[in-house]
């Protein structure tokens, strides 16, 4: 079985088109092939990284207890072929829970490595895709933030390639339920071709 790790940010849930991306892409997987795990940052108890935080990871890493349990969701990123992340456009990124989830993911000697010539990534995910919905039209844009930024983390980690499934305008007064039903196909297309 390979692991597909959901990262679930849709905040509003059931009123969410981003989660309905989700629900298409989770549709669309061969069920034989693949198992899901889903993450909802703002369920879990996880915390942004503030210094107490920061000085326990320090310590913990110091005397090589990557085995805690605060590490587990890296490890869980580490080791997923690969992860998701279904998270609304929101002031130009995503909503901050998935940066809070990325700080609690970034583990030196977890999910990636520091060497002589600089960071190295230590997933062995083959794709990262972000599926996200947008109220204007940013994608290809400086103002579109998130994609940009997950592509970054994309080589940070040392997955293989990063994906993106957008539905833009969704806000503009026009009627979003078709723009909506062509990502929800590109994203049920995208999760059949894995
Ligand atoms: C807090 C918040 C911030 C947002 N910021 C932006 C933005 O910067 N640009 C934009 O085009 N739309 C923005 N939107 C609109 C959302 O991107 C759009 O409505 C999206 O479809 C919401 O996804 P959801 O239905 O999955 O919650 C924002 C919405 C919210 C709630």
């Given at each position: 079985m390979r692991e597909i790790l959901l990262?679930?940010?849709?905040?509003?849930r059931e009123q969410s088109r981003t989660a309905r991306l989700a629900r298409a892409f989770v549709e669309g997987l061969d069920q034989e092939r693949f198992s899901v795990s889903v993450v909802r940052p703002d369920e879990e108890r996880m915390r942004p990284m503030d210094g107490a935080l920061l000085r326990e990871r320090d310590r913990l890493l110091e005397e090589?207890?990557?085995?805690r349990p605060r590490f587990d969701y890296a490890h869980q990123f580490a080791a997923a072929d690969y992860v998701v992340f279904a998270a609304p456009f929101w002031d130009m990124s995503f909503p901050a829970f998935l940066k809070v989830y990325i700080e609690n993911i970034s583990v030196e000697g977890i999910t990636f490595r520091s060497t002589e010539t600089g960071l190295?990534?230590?997933?062995?995910?083959?794709k990262l895709i972000?599926?996200?919905t947008r109220g204007g039209f940013y994608g290809g844009t400086?103002?579109?933030q998130g994609s940009?930024?997950?592509?970054a983390l994309k080589e940070f980690y040392g997955?293989?390639?990063f994906l993106c499934v957008a539905a833009e305008g969704l806000d503009?007064?026009?009627?979003p339920e078709p723009l909506v039903a062509k990502a929800e196909e590109e994203a049920r297309a995208l999760a059949a071709s894995l």
């Open positions: 990262v679930d940010c849709c905040v509003r090589g207890a990557l085995d190295e990534g230590l997933c062995k995910g083959k972000l599926l996200t400086d103002m579109d940009a930024y997950l592509k997955f293989g390639e503009t007064g026009v009627d």
